[in-house]
């Protein structure tokens, strides 16, 4: 017999968005292993919407989903799309709570995301091997696509793709082994209640709250799995809801192929130091000698190191929350050159390895 998911609430903020949630909702109602006798809950914020967001939730009742509504408005320093995400995260944790699951699995995704049927039973099975999952991201032009933009996308995603090439030559994670993806957005997040409360919820900034809590995960010990099942199709719009997200790199991207703009990344030679950089801290870590790694430290930071420190995912992440603020910042240049070095750096590796 198949198995069934277990309770699973997922949580989505929403402002403006009277055209793409439904959709939504509707692939919600779609996901693998959900009746109507066995519903999926779903939280969303509908906050500081002008265009009958909230009345749009209300008039699709869908047989398979239990849905809380929470209509919000946010103002000043808190209008934005940390306190939403946070807001449905926390009252998904609590409806959690309330039925007696703790450890049941909270996801997170937006407002505009086409979801495949089975992305919360692929989550869930992740989860399975892991603390925290990242779904990937892939673009979606609404069958509206540049060809040009699309190879752009096609060259950026394959520089993203030789970072993560070093890191499995030089420091390859145990817990997320090739093929994976490099993706842990609020676009796709899933991990368990109880530990979401354990780090203190997702921090409620205007923007990067979705690798704010990532990094909280792994700072306790967590293992972040970049699932190749876990999926979504993210919007190409160029006007986003949020700031700081997705519509201002795609906006960026448009700029370049049209000549107006410069797309500069991190040089290989950064990645190669700073892959190797965590590799060292992990082996020291292991070796039982980590506290080669923090000389030059206060007190105050080597004992927020150390103190209760379960394993090498937490002293890695701990060291350099407070390491790489002293850092210059990152060398870049243009993309093909960084792609030819990418390609250069992982065949003289091959070689050394031969």
């Known amino acids: 017999m198949p198995v069934l998911p277990g309770p699973a609430v997922v949580c989505v903020p929403a402002r403006n968005e009277v055209e793409r949630l439904p959709r939504l909702l509707a692939a919600l109602g779609r996901q693998d292993g959900f009746s109507a006798t066995r519903r999926l809950r779903v939280v969303v914020v509908a906050n500081n919407c002008t265009d009958g967001t909230a009345a749009v939730v209300r008039d699709r009742p869908l047989a398979t989903i239990d849905l809380r509504l929470i209509e919000a408005t946010f103002s000043g320093a808190d209008a934005h799309v940390g306190t939403a995400r946070r807001r449905a995260l926390d009252v998904g944790a609590d409806w959690l709570e309330a039925e007696g699951a703790p450890d049941g699995v909270l996801l997170t995704t937006d407002a505009d995301a086409r979801l495949d049927p089975s992305w919360v039973a692929a989550n869930l099975a992740a989860l399975e091997q892991a603390e925290i999952v990242g779904g990937r991201l892939v673009i979606d032009d609404e069958g509206d696509a540049d060809p040009v933009l699309a190879a752009f996308h096609a060259r950026v995603e394959r520089y993203w793709a030789g970072v993560r090439r070093l890191e499995d030559t030089l420091d390859p994670p145990p817990h997320d082994p090739a093929p994976r993806h490099g993706d842990h957005t609020g676009g796709s997040l899933a991990l368990r209640a109880s530990l979401y409360r354990a780090v203190g919820g997702l921090p409620a900034i205007p923007r990067g709250e979705d690798n704010a809590l990532v990094a ?17 199709r993210v919007s190409a719009r160029t006007a986003g809801r949020a700031e700081g997200g997705m519509a201002v790199e795609m906006l960026r991207r448009a700029r370049v192929v049209q000549g107006g703009e410069a797309y500069r990344l991190p040089t290989a030679a950064f990645w190669r130091d700073h892959v190797a950089r965590r590799a060292r801290l992990r082996r020291l870590w292991r070796e039982g000698r980590a506290a ?48 030819a070095d990418l390609d250069a750096l992982a065949a003289d590796l091959r070689q050394d390895a031969a």
């Open 292 to 339: 080669e790694a923090l000389t030059g430290l206060s007190h105050e930071d080597r004992a927020a190191i150390l103190t209760d420190c379960p394993n090498d995912i937490a002293f890695v992440e701990r060291t350099l929350a407070r390491l790489a603020p002293n850092d210059p910042p990152a060398p870049e240049c243009p993309l093909d050159r960084a792609l």
């Open 216 to 232: 909280a995960v792994q700072r306790a010990g967590g293992r972040l799995r970049h699932c190749p099942a876990v999926s979504v």
